[in-house]
């Protein structure tokens, strides 16, 4: 792991909590992206230092992040590392037990590869690796 790339946080409405932080904290936002495959919306809120600040929300009822809201609220969706060669990442820890959310990489924000760690393995936490593309 190389850095804390960002912290997801799960909202109901984006353009409204995208409003609010950067009013807020005054934060300058990336493009909003709509990711139908993972069927999220989301934007990327860069501080000068440290992890950045992601929004996610869900596209529709069904996305599994609305079903994530509709029993914990709005809040902590997950934390998110940055890594180098997530194939390699992914196959050392599955060697040491740990579970992901899906076998292989999948495509995230900006083009880069994202996956999940399944929350029992790692104290209840939503983990996300990321290779970046940035």
């Known amino acids: 792991m190389t850095k804390i790339d960002h912290i997801g946080i799960a909202v109901k409405n984006l353009e409204e909590s995208l409003e609010k932080w950067e009013d807020l904290f005054g934060l300058k936002a990336r ?5 139908k495959e993972r069927s999220v919306r989301l934007v ?3 501080l ?3 992890p950045s600040v992601e929004l996610v929300s869900p596209l529709g009822e069904e996305s ?17 590392f940055k890594i180098k060669n997530i194939e390699r990442v992914m ?17 995230g ?7 999940f760690i ?16 940035d």
């Open 44 to 46: 990327q809120l860069d």
């Open 64 to 80: 599994p992040l609305a079903k994530f809201i509709k029993k914990r609220g709005e809040g902590i969706h997950h934390f998110c």
């Open 48 to 50: 000068k230092e440290g």
């Open 109 to 115: 924000a900006g083009g880069s590869l994202i996956a």
């Open 91 to 107: 196959k050392d820890l599955k060697k040491k037990g740990i579970q992901f959310v899906q076998e292989k990489p999948q495509i």
């Open 31 to 35: 493009k909003i992206e709509e990711l």
């Open 118 to 133: 399944h929350p029992p393995n790692i104290n209840g936490v939503l983990i996300e690796l990321k290779e970046g593309r």
